[in-house]
């Protein structure tokens, strides 16, 4: 099966006066189109910043990534700006929602950038808000719902564009363990229905819930394996 | 690419969202505006006023008069023998018809007395001319026609009155062929001015009546002086460029034929054009000058919208990164805040022409000016103040368009 996503030899590194941080020292990795995996590792491994230069918020240092045939080091500000809004689905820590509007309406958020029309719009809302289980709670605002119904409607948001990928960085940081654990199996089900999903997390029991992990530690792909299973692909390691 | 609809409503909904603040920072443009508009109305009222009495009196008018003007102002009568009224004459008259750049020559005397006619009396001022007044002074036949040359000369009984003259004796009726009766005699009406309306100086100068010369010296102002002078010589002078050097030869001229020299003349000719020139001018710069201060208030609203404005993108940081992140340009950014400060100052202004027109009508009707708002000065309002928005709202858009989402998505 083809890449998805492609990454070879990423590096990223931040100049903070005299020393210089390896964020990225070389990461080489590829993510076929239906997987479900995990990125692991400590804080100050480098996760985030993989995870913004795979959602095309940031640009690497060096070497190269292609995701879905974008390359994303060669990209300009406005053509990353269409490349997020077509490509990847981003769900954040902290949900992110518009506080003052509706449920619907922050899904609406990326078709509006997308220049998608309001009746389409809004048709397509309902139908992503019905399938992660919130048809009832459509003209809810943010305050009005709970920490796993916004999440729901983040993960809603983020299926909005149709995305090649969805991104989604520590989901379950802000929840109990129930409650993350439904998001986890929520994450599950998209896969099966044949979202590719790549989440970031430090929480190895969150990882597991996934098919394959990646671990991180001071920049650098540690281990790469098929969860219950053996190492895969030693190669790029 | 947001679609036009999509902007509008996320700005309006911005504004929306705190509708206290939106009010108080388009409170400064609101100010502006009016102050503005109140201004300039009130000015080009002003002008209007004088610029409207410069065309009543004539135009490129010289006004020669008996008596010596003093430093102060004043006409002073010549010293001496009581004569100092009656040092004008209609010889002066046909003397200055003489002189170069001349159009018309009208000399005039003044009498006072009462008009009657329906059984009702009034008091206008009434003047002795020669059909050429109608051409210096500028005046129009409203109605009927007036008087010529031989009706002059044989002192016929007829008269032509002015516009309040008429209203008032004639309020019902047609006046012309109508009679009035002047100092015991009976005279016939055969022609009505056009309105002038008030002069520069408050006075109604539609309330006269005018009569042939000779008549007015033989039947009315008596045998008082010499049977040939006159109170006044109208000059029209053929273009205002022309009217300084008649002025020096109409001097010249009335110097050699009373001799006297200069210093101690019997006669002053009045430049009025001149003078009401530099009043228009004055009351011109006034306007700019008002217009002026009022902009600086505009200003001053300008940079409130950009102060909140900045203060909105910092503490909207983490939905701009939201938006970024989620497919928003920078354009897209940039027109959504520009669109908000764009709306607060072009809000600002509607409102402030609306009060602006009001403060105006209520200023000029309290110093009897005329209402002076043009579809110029309203569209010159609302353009300022959507440059204005533009100005000081383009600054807080760019910094909110250049946020790097990832620093915005960190921000709490
Ligand atoms: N904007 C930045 N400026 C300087 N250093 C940074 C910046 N972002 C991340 N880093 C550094 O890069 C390293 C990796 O950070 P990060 O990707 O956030 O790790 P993680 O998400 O795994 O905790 C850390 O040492 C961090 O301090
Ligand atoms: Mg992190």
Redesign the pocket.
Known sequence: MASLIQARDLT?L?R?GDET?H??AGVNFDIARGEYCAIV????????????IIGGLDTPTSGRIVIAGNDIGAMADDDLAVFRNQTIGFVFQSFNLLPRMTALENVELPMIYGGIAPKERRERAAALLERVGLGARMTHRPTQLSGGQQQRVAIARALAGNPALILADEPTGALDTNTGKEILALFGRLNREGATVVL?T?DHEVAAATKRTIE?RD?HIVSDRINGGTPRHDAHL | MMRTSDLIASASRALRSNPLRSALTALGVIIGVASVVAMVALGAGAQAQVERSIASLGSNLLIVVPGAQRSGGGVRAQAGGGMGWDTLTMDDAEAIVQLEGVVAVAPSQRARTQVIANGLNWNPQVEGVTPDYLVARDWRIASGRMFDETEERQARRIVVLGATVANELFPNIEPVGQTVRMNGGTFEIVGVLESKGQSGFGMDQDDIVLAPLTTVKRRISGRRGRADTVSQISVKAESEDALGTLQQDVETLLRQRHRTREGEDDFTVQNLSSITEAAAQTTQVFTYLLGGISAVSLLVGGIGIMNIMLVSVTERTREIGLRKALGARQGDILRQFGLEAVTLSVAGGIIGLIIGVAGAWLMTSLFTLPLVISGWHAGLAIGFSALVGVLFGAYPAWRAAKLDP??ALRRE
């Open positions: 990223k931040y903070m941080v964020a990225l590792g400590p804080s100050g491994s480098g996760k985030s910043t993989l995870m913004n970031v430090h991180m920049g | 990832i620093e």
